[in-house]
């Protein structure tokens, strides 16, 4: 099992930054991507950033540019730095894990919430 744990939401203005953070603990395998995703009210989740552990990224059309992702492997975190941020970024971010192997599971945070609102 993988428990993964988010830092880093909150109220911020338009044109603001906000950093999250998410650390994964338990039995990770070792090929894995890790990412973010978001849901707003009303909304489905959609992907935001994701990395591999081989650091492979995509983001998504409307973040690209203003966002960026970062990984540490030796210590199982996945950053997500975000700037120029919009009221459209609000939303509740979720991280994410997924097994890159036949069978892999993927595993999600309890999601944090971010505002984006003057």
């Known amino acids: 099992q993988v428990q993964l744990v988010e830092s880093g939401g909150g109220l911020v203005q338009p044109g603001g930054s906000l950093r999250l953070s998410c650390a994964a603990s338990?039995?990770?395998?070792?090929?894995?991507?890790m990412g973010w995703y978001r849901q707003a009210p009303g909304k489905q989740r959609e992907l935001v950033a994701r990395i591999t552990s081989g650091g492979s990224t995509n983001y998504a059309d409307s973040v690209k540019g203003r966002f960026t992702i970062s990984r540490d492997n030796a210590k199982n975190t996945v950053s997500l730095q975000m700037n120029s941020l919009k009221p459209e970024d609000t939303a509740v971010y979720y991280c994410?894990?997924?097994?890159?192997?036949?069978?892999?599971?993927?595993?999600w945070g309890q999601g944090t919430q971010v505002t984006v609102s003057s």
């Open positions: 338990g039995s990770i395998f070792s090929i894995n991507a």
């Open positions: 994410n894990l997924d097994e890159l192997r036949v069978g892999g599971r993927r595993y």
